[in-house]
Antibody
Framework: EVQLVESGGGLVQPGRSLRLSCAAS????????MHWVRQAPGKGPEWVSG????????GYADSVKGRFTISRDNAKNSLYLQMNSLRAEDTALYYC???????????????WGQGTLVTVSS | EIVLTQSPGTLSLSPGEGATLSCRAS???????LAWYQQTPGQAPRLLIY???SRASGIPDRFSGSGSGTDFTLTISRLEPEDFAVYYC??????????FGQGTRLEIK
């Protein structure tokens, strides 16, 4: 069974940093691209960032480019999101999501975690 | 950036009826890379359809997707109680500029 478990969310002041983690199990982690998708309260999902299986391809939404950094550790079956210079508009539930296609960066998602909540407020 | 507009915003129907949800793109979606997701309260989105018309693993055949270019449709035949949820379309043809629609809420009439 595929499982994605996010952690690291919390309440943080504007301008500060936070690092999210996602622990993956139930599939061969280093065969798949992985992504972060966020959802603000009452809003639709917003793709944040994605990383290919070998970290060779990385993408970011314009809204986070230059502030967020995605990374992965295939030996630990883990995905990360380093979030710097946080803003109030970054407040959302952050999901870790698995790319559907083996060995590809297709950017549609067949498994999602339950999310970790990030609240940016003074 | 491709903007996806979903209609209607809310759809009120009864179990057993059929539902038709629309997703219109501001420009053509490359290779019909259009997905549909279902989200129930407190849960993560669930992939229903990818490539505009292919059902994801484990999805019942009462869910079907169609369309191409800029106009896409999700059809649910014979609504079951568990189908009442929010539905989102997503285009992934212009990666990394991936976008979602604003959602259609399917509610029990």
């Amino acid at each position: 069974e595929v499982q994605l478990v996010e952690s690291g969310g919390g309440l943080v002041q504007p301008g500060r940093s936070l690092r999210l983690s996602c622990a993956a199990s139930g599939f061969t982690f280093d065969d798949y691209a992985m992504h972060w998708v966020r959802q603000a309260p009452g809003k639709g999902p917003e793709w944040v960032s994605g990383i290919s299986w070998n970290s060779a391809s990385i993408g970011y939404a314009d809204s986070v480019k230059g502030r967020f950094t995605i990374s992965r550790d295939n030996a630990k079956n883990s995905l990360y999101l380093q979030m710097n210079s946080l803003r109030a508009e970054d407040t959302a539930l952050y999901y870790c999501a698995k790319d559907r296609l083996w060995g590809s960066y297709s950017s549609h998602f067949d498994y999602w975690g339950q999310g970790t909540l990030v609240t940016v407020s003074s | 950036e491709i903007v996806l507009t979903q209609s209607p915003g809310t759809l009120s129907l009864s179990p057993g009826e059929g539902a038709t949800l629309s997703c219109r793109a501001s420009q053509s979606v490359s290779s019909n890379y259009l997905a549909w997701y279902q989200q129930t309260p407190g849960q993560a989105p669930r992939l229903l359809i990818y490539g505009a018309s292919s059902r994801a693993s484990g999805i019942p055949d009462r869910f079907s997707g169609s369309g191409s270019g800029t106009d896409f449709t999700l059809t649910i035949s014979r609504l079951e109680p568990e189908d009442f949820a929010v539905y989102y379309c997503q285009q992934y043809g212009s990666s990394p500029r991936i976008t979602f629609g604003q959602g259609t809420r399917l509610e029990i009439k």
